[in-house]
């Protein structure tokens, strides 16, 4: 039972991790500081995908499970066990990445457009 729960909580952290992958840039236009990290997050999603990097929430989650005596995830990992097929159809796979991607670049574009702008009350006078 509680390795189960521990399954579970790590499943969890996963999506969020993936959720931070994709959208955490727009974070960053409130939180300038959080960049840093989603640099970082952006560069090992990107690199699980292209490279194959093997994510180690994917090993603690078929751990727990296999602790649980419940199956593991198929080798194909995370994304393919929860998400393919459940969110977007199973032949999407690559529209979804470019359109992940693409929320990333805006919402670095975004993030950059931000930071050029003048701040302060005397923008808000001129602007």
Known sequence: MWYRLVADFIAIVHLLFIGYVVAGGYLAWRFPRTVWAHGAAVA??????????DCPL?????WA???????GLPSEGFIDHYLTGVIYPENMLTEVQVLA?????VSWVGLWWRARRPQGPAAR???
Do not use: D, K, P
């Open 101 to 105: 991607a693409a929320a990333v670049l």
């Open 58 to 62: 994917t090993y603690a989650e078929n």
């Open 65 to 71: 499970r296999q602790r649980a005596g419940v199956a």
């Open 44 to 53: 090992w999603g990107f690199g699980t995908i292209s490279v194959g990097y």
């Open 125 to 127: 006078v001129a602007g």
